[in-house]
Nanobody, 127 residues
């Protein structure tokens, strides 16, 4: 059983930055494709970024391309999301997720393909 715990959310002014972290335990972190998603009130869960097992393949949603950076540290079983130039529309609960069935160089944008999810961390951006 894989456990994922997000941290680093908070309240930030537009234009500011936050760094989210996701600590994984209970499994083999380096064997999973990892992703970040977010969900705003009244909206569906939205793909943000995904990274392959070894960190070599990365994909971003168009809405965050150039502003957000996903990274992973397999030695520490940790996933990160550096968020810069934040906008009010980035306000949401942010979730990390693990896809345990993917191939080595695979990334995944579809939330239903992920097996494990964290509890989420709130990010609020005010103008």
């Amino acid at each position: 059983q894989v456990q994922l715990v997000e941290s680093g959310g908070g309240l930030v002014q537009a234009g500011g930055s936050l760094r989210l972290s996701c600590a994984a335990s209970g499994g083999t972190f380096s064997g999973y494709t990892m992703g970040w998603f977010r969900q705003a009130p009244g909206k569906e869960r939205e793909f943000i970024a995904t990274v392959s097992r070894n960190g070599g393949v990365i994909n971003y949603a168009a809405s965050v391309q150039g502003r957000f950076t996903i990274s992973r540290d397999n030695a520490k079983s940790t996933l990160h999301l550096q968020m810069n130039s934040l906008k009010p529309e980035d306000t949401a609960v942010y979730y990390c997720a693990a896809d345990t069935r993917s191939g080595a160089y695979y990334t995944e944008t579809r939330p239903y393909e992920y097996d494990y999810w964290g509890q989420g961390t709130q990010v609020t951006v005010f103008s």
